[in-house]
């Protein structure tokens, strides 16, 4: 058996242990470009005369280093690539593989890896931005429950750091707002958390508002999309209604798109672009500038790894810097008290009629 086809093998069983194993589609698709680029370079070194016989060596990941550098690969690049190729070739020394495809060691050593510089966080959004975030008078044209949708989508991802996809997989079941919480069933990884909302109440009195003003239909289950769209190109299978349209997952690409154009409304033009991982990034910053707790910040985010949530202590301002968070929150508490008024006499007047 020739060093290529073991790989190849190799790569198959990899790959369906991994589907078997309920990894993410995110992880599995990691996979399978590593295991296609490294059997790319293997083939060049094949045709080379230089390919190590029976099994990748050393010598061949070295080689495959050198031409990532000379390409012009990012170190953080290489790294990443590196770490699924070490986790890929310690699968091949498991007992559990075929002996006729074990490795006797893996060719990966963490001494290969590429020192990087962990790069700060980049922010896109100021605290004045945050603030007209919070307000809720209309800036651009949109009807009632469109506004309130687009608001609560923002006020959401800027109150509590989840992610695009875990906001989309969020349903009606998962929020308790007597308790002001939600539950995050499907995190990153498969994971779940429950997700704290804002202190001030401003998460909690949007989505009060956004289920009051109808932009969501009142007759499909609770567990469906608390976010949808009727739209025939969306994600999944419908939820059953009556009397109303198909209400489906949106895509990560609608929620992005919709929370950028609403942005950029709002912050009259100042913004453009803007990704919703930016508003997690900004969450993260007013959490931590508020609190300076890295451990409970790694908690609210999802981190499997302190050392990822380290990456946004540098976000920590001067002490005589954070008193303008508190302007922050102030303005996010007035918002939140502004919209509770407006959502109790906007109900009593439906009552009384």
């Not at 990894?23 to 080379?48: C, G, H, M, W």
């Not at 790294?79 to 310690?90: C, E, G």
């Not at 968070?325 to 009629?353: H, P, Q, S």
């Amino acid at each position: 058996m020739t060093t290529i086809e073991r790989y190849d093998a190799l790569a198959e069983q990899y790959t369906r242990m991994a589907r078997r194993n309920n990894l993410t589609p995110d992880t599995i698709t990691n996979y399978e470009s590593f295991t296609n680029v490294f059997r790319a370079f293997l083939q060049k070194r094949e045709k080379e005369g230089k390919l190590s016989v029976d099994y990748v060596s050393f010598d061949d990941i070295q080689a495959w280093i050198d031409e990532m550098t000379q390409n012009g690969n990012k170190p953080s690049t290489i790294k990443q690539r590196l770490v699924v190729a070490s986790q890929f070739f310690t699968y091949s020394t498991k007992p559990y593989v075929h002996e006729d495809l074990r490795y006797p060691q893996s060719p990966v050593s963490p001494d290969f890896y590429p020192k990087t510089v962990t790069e700060p966080i980049a922010e896109k959004l100021s605290n004045d931005d945050i603030i007209a975030l919070w307000s809720y008078d209309r800036k651009y044209k949109a009807s009632e429950a469109q506004w309130a949708r687009n608001y609560a989508i923002s006020t959401i991802l800027l109150t509590t750091g989840i992610r695009n996809s875990e906001l989309l997989d969020v349903g009606l079941s998962d929020i308790d707002l007597a308790h002001g919480e939600i539950i995050v069933m499907r995190g990153k990884g498969r994971k779940q958390r429950v997700v704290d909302m804002d202190s001030g109440g401003l998460c909690a009195a949007a989505i009060e508002n956004y289920l009051r003003v109808g932009g969501r239909p009142k007759n499909i289950p609770d567990s469906a999309p608390l976010f949808g769209t009727t739209a025939g190109h969306s994600y999944g299978n419908a939820a059953a209604t009556r009397d109303a349209e198909p209400w489906h997952r949106g895509t990560t690409a609608w929620l992005s798109q919709l929370v950028a154009r609403h942005i950029e409304r709002q912050t009259d033009g100042r913004v453009v672009g803007c990704r919703t991982h930016q508003l997690r990034h900004a969450f993260a910053r007013l959490q931590l500038n508020s609190t300076g707790n890295l451990a409970e910040l790694q908690s609210l985010l999802g981190h499997t790894s302190p050392v990822v949530t380290e990456r946004y202590s540098k976000r920590l301002c001067a002490r005589r810097e954070r008193a303008d968070f508190l302007r922050v929150l102030a303005a996010r508490d007035a918002a939140a008290e502004r919209l509770r008024g407006m959502n109790a006499e906007k109900t009593n007047i439906v009552k009384m009629a």
